[in-house]
């Protein structure tokens, strides 16, 4: 491809299922979390896998801004107004990306908190859907090919294959975003061929700006793209939004590239069970935690320095930082953002 790419790393959240340890001060993406070997903040692993880019920038909010070299110290970094979500982030990060590079750029989008054990297969994928976005001028998602029927993701509905002849990559029309299901919907996605959604997408500056238009995020598109920029007027003039349920799920034209590597998205803690190597009875370990297990299995336990023991319980995330503590069944590791919602009420988050 004969166009710049720029990699936007979204890293202006909190992280709030991953609490106590992701905090209002502590956010996720600053944490080492997903791999026992590798001391790296998900920040600092996800700039490290965008190598296929020609400029990195990591978009976040003022209070994380000064941080963020700590992490990616390569990467220019973009502060938001305020934090607004996904879809105002992606726009405004979008946005700057025009003079980040010679040119005009491919932007790539990814969150900063997943997990990917094969960097180079992600760097030739995102490569390729890149080449996607800049040769049709579609919005382009990563789908990634399920391995079970998982209700904590959206998935993609695939459309027609356009192929590939060696000259161009192969993609599929968007059908349909389609939001996170019960359990027997899930399976019936997976059935059907559907993808999960990763949340990693990939445009021209010029088919967002195209397709914001009439979202949403159609007024912070607008204080954006005038010949006076005013980047707080926009963020004012919108309400938190993701970018899937603002942009991708409304756009026109739209393509899902399939992802060729193994994923995770390491929003919740019952995610830790699938990528750490369990014990014998299927207790998994994280952080600076050491566990005892006494008639216990299929457990995830995680602290910053802390000694649990476990007896006679067994699917349960028990995690310890700092002066709190937290216990919830794995099946409801997405309910602690509720347990949250309430502290931060309190402000106690």
Not at 185 to 209: K, Q, R, S
Request: charged content about 25%; overall charge negative; glycine content about 10%.
């Amino acid at each position: 491809m004969d166009r710049p790419v720029v990699a936007v790393i979204l890293a202006g959240g909190t992280g709030s299922r991953l609490y106590p340890a992701s905090r209002s001060d502590r956010p996720k993406q600053f944490l080492a979390l997903g791999d026992p070997d590798d001391d790296r903040s998900l920040l600092a692993r996800t700039a490290d896998r965008t190598g296929f880019a020609d400029a990195t920038l990591v978009a976040t909010r003022p209070e994380f801004a000064a941080e963020v070299p700590e992490h990616a110290p390569d990467a220019e970094v973009v502060v938001e107004p305020a934090g607004r979500d996904t879809g105002p982030a992606a726009l405004y990060a979008t946005h700057h990306a025009r003079g980040a590079v010679d040119g005009d750029p491919v932007v790539v989008v990814l969150p900063a908190d997943h997990h990917v054990p094969d960097a180079d297969a992600f760097e030739a994928t995102m490569a390729r859907g890149a080449r996607v976005a800049g040769d049709t001028g579609r919005l382009v998602a990563f789908g990634v090919e399920p391995t079970r029927p998982a209700t904590g993701y959206g998935y993609i509905e695939p459309g027609e294959d356009r192929g590939g002849d060696g000259s161009a990559p192969a993609y599929r029309d968007l059908a349909a975003f389609h939001e996170k299901p019960d359990a027997d919907t899930a399976a019936e996605y997976v059935d059907a061929g559907h993808y999960w959604n990763a949340g990693i997408f990939a445009w021209t500056p010029a088919a967002l700006f195209r397709e914001a238009r009439d979202t949403p995020l159609g007024p912070l598109a607008d204080a954006l793209d005038g010949d006076d920029p005013d980047p707080e007027a926009g963020f004012d003039a919108v309400d938190p939004v993701s970018v899937d349920y603002a942009v991708m799920e409304r756009a026109e034209r739209a393509a899902v590239v399939p992802a060729a590597f193994a994923w995770d998205d390491l929003g919740a803690w019952d995610a830790l069970d699938r990528v750490l190597d369990p014990d014998a009875d299927g207790n998994v370990v994280a952080g600076g935690a050491e566990a005892l297990a006494v008639d216990a299995a299929d457990n995830v336990v995680a602290a910053d320095d802390a000694h649990v023991s476990l007896v006679g319980v067994e699917g349960l995330c028990v995690v310890a930082y700092d002066d709190r503590v937290l216990v919830v069944p794995k099946g409801d590791a997405q309910r602690v953002r509720d347990a949250v919602d309430r502290l931060k009420g309190a402000g106690e988050f």
